[in-house]
């Protein structure tokens, strides 16, 4: 175990000041700051029976999980795995008394603790965006803001995202090439919003594919639906089971 808390505690203190780090939290910011700019150009109109800030923690969570959740955890993995690449840090690494796979492990939870910062930021970042619109609209003021429901829908999301994380880390490391990781995140979208998105609708394949876990967690997010809880699962047993085997066929690689 204390080779585990040494790789662990290594790899945290790789990250901090560098660029994963800050895109933790700039990416989830970004998000709400575009959101927040156009309601605050919108009309001050409410729906009778219906709470406005809703629709805009649903917006937020639409298009991060969409869109952005994927491209990040494709960058961070790719960041992560550039801290050894671009340095030539591996022989370093190997040369140390501790096990291979425990590098890697090590390597897996900075990137799941990465996208937990975000997960989080995210949920707070729509709270304080709310309450600025309640102040600056008149009518909203009596709408109550969902923070345990975007605090949950969030985290539930990070667990969906754990099979698109880890296929995203394990390509990052395998190929040193840094494009090769935020490309197969591209695809990954691409493919989403082109196929999944229409041909899967309503079909298993929209359950199985990894780019679509994280939008199906979050859909309807006021509406309660059983798959949620699926498909977070889905997302951290398939996340651990390729994250094992990717540990175990990077562990006998020779990094040179």
Same mark, same amino acid.
């Given at each position: 175990?204390?080779g585990?808390?040494?790789?662990?505690?290594?790899? +945290?203190?790789k990250l901090?000041?560098?660029l994963?780090?800050?895109?933790a939290?700039?990416a989830?910011?970004?998000?709400v +700051?575009?959101?927040?700019?156009? @309601?605050t150009?919108?009309?001050?109109?409410?729906?009778?029976?219906?709470?406005?800030?809703?629709?805009?923690?649903?917006?937020?969570?639409?298009?991060?999980?969409?869109l952005?959740?994927?491209? @990040?955890a494709a960058l961070?993995?790719?960041?992560?795995? *550039?801290?050894?690449h671009q %340095?030539?840090?591996?022989?370093?690494?190997? /040369?140390?008394?501790v096990?291979r796979r425990?590098i890697f492990?090590?390597?897996?939870?900075?990137?799941?603790?990465?996208?937990?910062?975000?997960s989080?930021?995210?949920?707070?970042a729509?709270c304080v965006a709310?309450?600025?619109?309640?102040?600056m609209?008149?009518n909203?003021?009596? *709408?109550?803001t969902?923070? /345990?429901?975007m605090t949950?829908?969030?985290?539930q $999301? &990070? $667990?969906?995202?754990?099979?698109?994380?880890?296929?995203?880390?394990?390509?990052?490391l395998?190929?040193?090439?840094?494009? /090769?990781?935020?490309? +197969?995140?591209i695809?990954?979208?691409?493919?989403?919003? %082109?196929?999944? *998105?229409?041909?899967?609708?309503?079909?298993i394949?929209?359950?199985l @594919?990894?780019?679509? +876990?994280?939008?199906?967690?979050?859909?309807?997010?006021?509406?309660?639906?059983?798959?949620?809880?699926?498909?977070?699962?889905?997302?951290?047993?398939? %996340?651990?089971?390729?994250?094992a085997?990717? $540990?175990w066929?990077?562990?006998?690689?020779? &990094?040179?």
């Open positions: 175990m204390s585990v808390y040494g790789s662990v505690s290594a790899e +945290l203190l901090r000041r560098t994963a780090l800050r895109l939290i700039g989830p910011f970004a998000v +700051l575009l959101n927040f700019t156009v @309601y150009q919108g009309r001050d109109q409410t729906t009778a029976g219906q709470n406005p800030l809703v629709g805009f923690a649903q917006i937020n969570l639409t298009m991060w999980t969409i952005v959740l994927p491209l @990040y961070a993995a790719a960041l992560v795995a *550039a801290v050894e %340095g030539d840090h591996w022989k370093h690494l190997f /040369a140390l008394p096990s425990w492990v090590a390597k897996w939870i900075a990137a799941a603790g990465l996208l937990l910062v975000s989080l930021v995210l949920p707070a729509v709310a309450q600025l619109l309640r102040a609209k008149p909203w003021r009596s *709408a109550s969902p923070v /345990a429901l949950i829908r969030s985290l $999301c &990070f $667990c969906a995202a754990g099979l698109l994380l880890s296929l995203q880390l394990w390509v990052s395998r190929w040193r090439s840094f494009i /090769a990781g935020p490309a +197969l995140g695809v990954g979208v691409l493919i989403l919003l %082109g196929g999944v *998105a229409r041909a899967g609708l309503g079909t394949f929209v359950y @594919y990894p780019w679509a +876990l994280p939008p199906d967690a979050m859909a309807r997010m006021i509406e309660p639906h059983p798959d949620r809880v699926l498909v977070a699962a889905w997302g951290v047993i398939g %996340g651990a089971a390729v994250a085997l990717a $540990c066929d990077l562990s006998r690689r020779e &990094f040179t």
